[in-house]
């Protein structure tokens, strides 16, 4: 075992010492490689970067705050007073034996949604020395802790705005989002609900789920972005990352864009705090300046950078689509499938999905109805693939699978974002070959649907029901097997290459045994002993 | 830099009833050497530091410690209790006593000494010398050679 600590008293000439001295003798008795920074009055020699990264498991024998706390994020930690290290360093080093091993499972144990688990627990034999990785590889990892860092923040908010959302639906009828939201449905105009005290009287009780449901569902790739950041840079990445997904979902960019923001966010911010500022200024580096100019810099590269070619793209788009009316009906599905699965409530989905409402104004019902229908694919066939190969999904994963039963049957394709946001690069693939599916079915069936949202629960507004639901059905399982089939094919890879496997493993979802695949730091906080 | 202990530093056979009688007694010896210009002053910071955390640890070692404005140079006081005496540790009273005292603004040198001897003090071959010391001369010989490598 690979261990880094820091040592820290109040005085720090006598006990910071003596516990660093216990440690490491205790160390080198029980065959482990460790390495202390003693954050005594000496001044501290601080731990390498690679120190850290290296290691599996951090100890704070501390009895005031460590120093710089931030550099060990997301690795299996133990806290105690630093007097316990002193008489016991021993059964100290055992804790952190356990805090390794636990690190995994306790991902997904610690609290529902809170703690992610990036993957199935892997075998004891997975936890290999994490010295043995590529760089390549240890990136790989990192990238996919932050990711499923930000998703595990995130699943919650979709769960419950989600179903929130299909309640209203079931209760309320399709017409409920425009009763909120204004619009027109089925001859009628409505205006919107303005003044949220009349939201009762516009829009019923159902409306009042509805506005709760997407108002948490608005927070979605906030958190997202928000919470990748924080898994790359403690706190300081949280306002960068937020307000990056704040202004993601203001641009239209969907949480691919969030995604993009919440990494940027991250890395800018880490990029800063490498920089040492003068001493006069270095106390409200943190708590000014860092926040200022990387949410500044966020805000324009958003704005400005990203923000403009989203929507000169959308323009783009449904230009094109616009230009496509009257052609081969079956490709025109198979085409707003796919752009219905490639960002899942992102700047491509809007186009397709406006499309589809657009046609409806001008009569067109089977548009409509292939949307809705490709829409409802996503959800549902992650939903599936959890249940058949739960083993390809992490905990909190196949918990989110539970909710997006649901969201499929509503049409909320957001409910697949948690496993895309985690493993994007199989999922959404994946996935716009399931919606690809059902939505040229759905053209060719001829079903036809009067209603613009709602799912299932608006199946009375639906012609050609059955057939509808057959064309959903070939979707879901073609999306299914294509997720499935691609976890999978990446699985194999790793297996064939013998070399670095336990680096690309976790990369994977395979290797969460590593201490390093820990997304929060499983805190081991003993009470400070008198 | 002057010996951080010297034979008047050490008190083979500390009588005190307790912790603060024994950093009084230890801290006497410093100051009639002037390294503690202020007795008072020096033992309210040590038993500030005390009262923060006890500074027993187990194995029969108390290490009552400041740094100070009123130390003028780093310096080590050692008491040898037969009885022991409750420094807060969890396994009893302390019969090793280490005063230590340190100049508050302690350059890196010093205080870099200092952690040596800290370091030193978690092991238990040290700490049995120290019990088997037969006279002051044997203890500040045992510090020169073990935390100054002389």
Same mark, same amino acid.
């Given at each position: 075992?690979?261990?880094?600590?820091?040592?820290?008293?109040?005085?720090?000439?006598?006990?910071?010492?003596?516990?660093?001295?216990?440690?490491?003798?205790?160390?080198?008795?029980?065959?482990?490689?460790?390495?202390?920074?003693?954050?005594?009055?000496?001044?501290?020699?601080?731990?390498?970067?690679?120190?850290?990264?290296?290691?599996?498991?951090?100890?704070?024998?501390?009895?005031?705050?460590?120093?710089?706390?931030?550099?060990?994020?997301?690795?299996?930690?133990?806290?105690?007073?630093?007097?316990?290290?002193?008489?016991?360093?021993?059964?100290?080093?055992?804790?952190?034996?356990?805090?390794?091993?636990?690190?995994?499972?306790?991902?997904?144990?610690?609290?529902?949604?809170?703690?992610?688990?990036?993957?199935?627990?892997?075998?004891?034999?997975?936890?290999?020395?994490?010295?043995?990785?590529?760089?390549?590889?240890?990136?790989?990892?990192?990238?996919?802790?932050?990711?499923?860092?930000?998703?595990?923040?995130?699943?919650?908010?979709?769960?419950?705005?989600?179903?929130?959302?299909?309640?209203?639906?079931?209760?309320?009828?399709?017409?409920?989002?425009?009763?909120?939201?204004?619009?027109?449905?089925?001859?009628?105009?409505?205006?919107?609900?303005?003044?949220?005290?009349?939201?009762?009287?516009?829009?019923?009780?159902?409306?009042?789920?509805?506005?709760?449901?997407?108002?948490?569902?608005?927070?979605?790739?906030?958190?997202?972005?928000?919470?990748?950041?924080?898994?790359?840079?403690?706190?300081?990445?949280?306002?960068?990352?937020?307000?990056?997904?704040?202004?993601?979902?203001?641009?239209?960019?969907?949480?691919?864009?969030?995604?993009?923001?919440?990494?940027?966010?991250?890395?800018?911010?880490?990029?800063?705090?490498?920089?040492?500022?003068?001493?006069?200024?270095?106390?409200?580096?943190?708590?000014?300046?860092?926040?200022?100019?990387?949410?500044?810099?966020?805000?324009?590269?958003?704005?400005?950078?990203?923000?403009?070619?989203?929507?000169?793209?959308?323009?783009?788009?449904?230009?094109?689509?616009?230009?496509?009316?009257?052609?081969?009906?079956?490709?025109?599905?198979?085409?707003?499938?796919?752009?219905?699965?490639?960002?899942?409530?992102?700047?491509?989905?809007?186009?397709?999905?406006?499309?589809?409402?657009?046609?409806?104004?001008?009569?067109?019902?089977?548009?409509?109805?292939?949307?809705?229908?490709?829409?409802?694919?996503?959800?549902?066939?992650?939903?599936?693939?959890?249940?058949?190969?739960?083993?390809?999904?992490?905990?909190?994963?196949?918990?989110?699978?539970?909710?997006?039963?649901?969201?499929?049957?509503?049409?909320?394709?957001?409910?697949?974002?948690?496993?895309?946001?985690?493993?994007?690069?199989?999922?959404?693939?994946?996935?716009?070959?399931?919606?690809?599916?059902?939505?040229?079915?759905?053209?060719?069936?001829?079903?036809?649907?009067?209603?613009?949202?709602?799912?299932?629960?608006?199946?009375?507004?639906?012609?050609?029901?059955?057939?509808?639901?057959?064309?959903?059905?070939?979707?879901?399982?073609?999306?299914?097997?294509?997720?499935?089939?691609?976890?999978?094919?990446?699985?194999?890879?790793?297996?064939?290459?013998?070399?670095?496997?336990?680096?690309?493993?976790?990369?994977?979802?395979?290797?969460?045994?590593?201490?390093?695949?820990?997304?929060?730091?499983?805190?081991?906080?003993?009470?400070?002993?008198? | 830099?002057?010996?951080?202990?010297?034979?008047?530093?050490?008190?083979?056979?500390?009588? =005190?009833?307790?912790? *603060?009688?024994?950093?009084? &007694? %230890? #801290?006497?010896?410093?100051?009639?050497? +002037?390294?503690?210009?202020?007795?008072?002053?020096?033992?309210?910071?040590?038993?500030?530091?005390?009262?923060?955390?006890?500074?027993?640890?187990?194995?029969?070692?108390?290490?009552?410690? =400041?740094?100070?404005? *009123?130390?003028?140079?780093? &310096? %080590? #006081?050692?008491?040898?209790?037969?009885? +022991?005496?409750?420094?807060?540790?969890?396994?009893?009273?302390?019969?090793?006593?280490?005063?230590?005292?340190?100049?508050?603004?302690?350059?890196?040198?010093?205080?870099?000494?200092?952690?040596?001897?800290?370091?030193?003090?978690?092991?238990? &071959?040290?700490?049995?010398?120290?019990?088997?010391?037969?006279?002051?001369?044997?203890?500040?010989?045992?510090?020169?050679?073990?935390?100054?490598?002389?």
């Amino acid at each position: 075992m690979r261990l880094v600590a820091v040592t820290a008293c109040p005085t720090g000439i006598a006990h910071t010492y003596m516990a660093a001295e216990a440690l490491e003798q205790a160390a080198k008795d029980a065959g482990h490689q460790i390495s202390v920074e003693t954050q005594g009055a000496a001044g501290a020699v601080p731990l390498t970067p690679d120190q850290i990264a290296a290691a599996d498991a951090v100890i704070f024998a501390v009895d005031v705050e460590v120093r710089g706390r931030d550099r060990f994020a997301g690795k299996p930690t133990v806290e105690v007073p630093v007097k316990k290290a002193i008489s016991g360093s021993a059964e100290l080093l055992a804790r952190a034996e356990e805090a390794v091993r636990q690190a995994a499972p306790a991902n997904a144990a610690a609290a529902p949604g809170d703690a992610p688990a990036p993957a199935p627990a892997a075998p004891a034999g997975a936890a290999a020395p994490s010295d043995q990785r590529s760089s390549a590889a240890r990136f790989g990892t990192h990238l996919r802790q932050w990711m499923m860092t930000g998703v595990s923040y995130m699943i919650p908010f979709v769960a419950a705005g989600g179903i929130l959302i299909a309640l209203a639906f079931m209760f309320g009828g399709a017409e409920v989002a425009m009763k909120v939201n204004g619009g027109v449905f089925q001859g009628h105009t409505y205006p919107g609900v303005t003044d949220l005290s009349k939201l009762i009287d516009q829009a019923g009780y159902a409306g009042v789920l509805f506005k709760i449901g997407s108002t948490a569902f608005s927070m979605l790739v906030p958190v997202l972005a928000g919470f990748i950041a924080y898994a790359m840079a403690d706190r300081q990445g949280l306002v960068p990352g937020i307000v990056s997904g704040l202004l993601a979902s203001a641009i239209g960019a969907g949480f691919l864009g969030g995604l993009v923001g919440g990494l940027l966010a991250g890395a800018l911010v880490l990029a800063l705090t490498r920089y040492k500022p003068p001493r006069a200024i270095a106390g409200i580096m943190p708590v000014v300046v860092i926040p200022l100019v990387s949410t500044l810099i966020m805000g324009v590269l958003m704005l400005v950078v990203i923000g403009e070619p989203i929507a000169a793209a959308q323009r783009g788009l449904t230009d094109w689509l616009g230009g496509l009316s009257g052609t081969n009906a079956i490709l025109l599905g198979a085409l707003l499938g796919l752009m219905m699965a490639f960002d899942l409530g992102g700047p491509v989905n809007k186009v397709a999905y406006t499309f589809g409402v657009g046609s409806l104004a001008s009569g067109d019902l089977k548009v409509m109805a292939a949307v809705m229908a490709a829409g409802m694919v996503p959800p549902i066939a992650m939903a599936l693939s959890t249940v058949v190969r739960p083993k390809l999904f992490g905990e909190s994963e196949r918990k989110a699978g539970e909710a997006a039963w649901l969201l499929g049957a509503s049409f909320i394709t957001e409910g697949a974002i948690p496993f895309a946001a985690a493993d994007p690069l199989r999922v959404l693939p994946s996935l716009m070959a399931g919606s690809a599916t059902t939505g040229a079915l759905s053209m060719a069936f001829g079903a036809t649907s009067r209603a613009p949202h709602g799912g299932l629960w608006v199946i009375g507004l639906i012609g050609r029901p059955g057939l509808y639901l057959l064309a959903i059905a070939a979707g879901v399982l073609v999306g299914a097997a294509c997720v499935i089939g691609a976890k999978q094919i990446g699985r194999a890879e790793v297996a064939g290459e013998a070399e670095g496997a336990a680096g690309a493993a976790a990369a994977d979802g395979a290797g969460a045994g590593t201490g390093a695949a820990a997304d929060k730091p499983a805190v081991n906080h003993e009470a400070l002993v008198g | 830099m002057s010996d951080l202990i010297t034979p008047d530093f050490v008190d083979l056979d500390l009588r =005190a009833a307790d912790r *603060h009688e024994v950093a009084f &007694s %230890l #801290a006497s010896r410093l100051a009639s050497d +002037g390294r503690v210009t202020d007795l008072a002053g020096f033992l309210a910071d040590v038993r500030a530091r005390e009262e923060q955390m006890p500074t027993g640890i187990e194995g029969g070692i108390g290490i009552p410690h =400041a740094r100070s404005a *009123h130390v003028t140079e780093p &310096s %080590l #006081a050692f008491g040898r209790s037969t009885g +022991g005496v409750d420094f807060g540790a969890e396994d009893g009273p302390a019969d090793l006593v280490f005063l230590i005292a340190a100049p508050a603004g302690g350059d890196t040198d010093h205080l870099t000494i200092l952690a040596s001897l800290a370091r030193r003090l978690v092991h238990a &071959s040290f700490r049995q010398a120290l019990r088997d010391a037969s006279d002051p001369q044997a203890v500040v010989d045992l510090v020169n050679k073990e935390v100054l490598g002389r």
